[in-house]
């Protein structure tokens, strides 16, 4: 059976990336004003940075159908008889619920995985399907390795600031203002049991108190040689090494890393976020 696999650029990473290890990417769309970009593709991280700088409301949508049918066309011209796919998760956007329905119209037989958040997880999964599947690992073998990374992975994000929150319509202008007053910093979560919703984890007082929230919330789950730990931001590296050399001392036999904050998040959460994800590697 030939198969195809398929991720989206909720991983950070462009087509390009991509296509040279074999895996096909499809860019998410984000929308300012009247203009509609491809993630990744027409739309790079420095100029979403500065379109959020510049105070501009910025809205996230999943690939186009059009895009994605055409995609899977070519596939099943090309001989695939099964996708294996993850995207960005469903709490998130409707990619898999659309992948699945222009799949069956096509009669290309899917497997969509959903991994309850995106960015690092998701990459590390579609790259690490497509070696195990080479490697002839069976499909149960797989799945289990699957099941157990999602379950370890938890998401939680710091933003610095609301205005991204405000922008995008997600906090009220009132309750935005109230936070700034009384200096309130959210710290959020996602994983498998918010189903692949942002949820609220906790309240804090101080940007610098929420980031060491976020390390004592990390330090519960026991952070070993066996997990990866990424610290993302949103052009903020200063803070991001910060946190990085906290975590070497807290936790100095996991595996730590900084990156940048996909665009799809973080034209969400804002300039200054800092997102740390983790999750149990194979």
Not at 67 to 91: D, M, R, T, Y
Not at 93 to 102: C, L, V
Not at 253 to 264: G, S
Request: charge should be negative; charged fraction near 20%; hydrophobic fraction near 40%.
């Amino acid at each position: 059976m030939k198969v195809a696999f398929v991720t989206d650029s909720g991983t950070g990473k462009s087509i390009h990336e991509y296509a040279e290890q074999g895996i096909v990417s499809l860019p998410l769309q984000i929308s300012v004003d009247d203009t509609t970009y491809q993630d990744m593709e027409t739309l790079n991280r420095n100029d979403c940075i500065r379109l959020m700088k510049e105070g501009k409301a910025l809205t996230t949508s999943q690939p186009s159908a059009g895009i994605i049918e055409e995609c899977f066309e070519s596939l099943k011209a090309q001989g695939v008889e099964l996708i294996i796919a993850v995207p960005i998760c469903n709490g998130l956007s409707g990619t898999i619920s659309t992948m699945t329905a222009i799949a069956n119209s096509l009669d290309i037989k899917i497997i969509c995985i959903d991994t309850y958040v995106t960015a690092v997880v998701q990459d590390y999964l579609i790259t690490h399907i497509k070696k195990w599947y080479e490697e002839g690992k069976s499909h149960l073998e797989i799945q289990i390795l699957v099941e157990n990374i999602i379950n370890s992975t938890n998401t939680l994000l710091v933003p610095e600031t609301l205005d991204q929150f405000i922008r995008g319509g997600r906090m009220t202008p009132l309750a935005a203002k109230l936070g700034k007053l009384l200096k309130i910093i959210p710290v959020l979560q996602i994983n498998k049991k918010t189903a692949g919703k942002v949820d609220t984890l906790t309240k804090v007082r101080t940007f610098r108190k929420a980031l060491s929230t976020a390390v004592d919330e990390i330090a519960k789950d026991n952070p070993d040689e066996n997990t990866l730990i990424t610290i993302a931001h949103v052009a903020n590296v200063s803070e991001a090494m910060n946190l990085y050399h906290t975590m070497t001392e807290r936790f100095p036999t996991a595996k730590i890393q900084v990156i940048e904050l996909p665009n799809a998040i973080a034209v969400h959460t804002g300039i200054g976020c800092i997102a740390i994800q983790y999750f149990k590697i194979c």
